[in-house]
C-alpha cells in the first residue's frame, strides 16, 4: 500500500511557474517509479513526466523543454518544476508512484493547476 500526497497546485498567470510535490508513504518497491499525469476537462488522463529512482526520465513532448522532473529518493518525494507555463497546462495534476515502468500504478488525489491567459 502506497500513500501519495500532492501540494503546490494553484492559479498562475500564464508564463509563471509552479512547482508541485508529492510526499509518499508506504511499500517502497512501489515507489521504483514516480511521476506525474494531468487530466484536463473533457479529456483523458495524459502523461506529464515520470523518474526512475536512478533518475531516468520520459517526459510528454508537451512539456519538454518547460517542466521538470526530480527526485529526493531520501524523503521519497517527487517535485514537478513547471515553466513558462501556458493555458493549456491547466488540469488535475495526479501524482503516481509504481514498482516498474509498466506496472499498475498508486495514484494521489490530484492538485488543481490552473493557467490564466
Known amino acids: 500500500q502506497v500513500q501519495l500526497v500532492e501540494s503546490g497546485g494553484g492559479l498562475v498567470q500564464a508564463g509563471g511557474s509552479l512547482r508541485l510535490s508529492c510526499a509518499a508513504s508506504?511499500?517502497?518497491?512501489?515507489?521504483?517509479?514516480m511521476g506525474w499525469y494531468r487530466q484536463a476537462p473533457g479529456k483523458q488522463r495524459e502523461l506529464v513526466a515520470v523518474?526512475?529512482?536512478?533518475?531516468?526520465?520520459n517526459y510528454a513532448d508537451s512539456v519538454k523543454g518547460r517542466f521538470t522532473i526530480s527526485r529526493d529518493n531520501g524523503k521519497n518525494t517527487v517535485y514537478l518544476q513547471m515553466n513558462s507555463l501556458k493555458p493549456e497546462d491547466t488540469a488535475v495534476y495526479y501524482c503516481?508512484?509504481?514498482?516498474?515502468?509498466?506496472?499498475?500504478?498508486?495514484w494521489g488525489q490530484g492538485t488543481q493547476v490552473t493557467v490564466s491567459s
Open positions: 503516481i508512484s509504481r514498482s516498474t515502468w509498466e506496472a499498475i500504478g498508486d
Open positions: 508506504g511499500s517502497i518497491f512501489r515507489l521504483n517509479v
Open positions: 523518474i526512475s529512482r536512478g533518475g531516468s526520465t
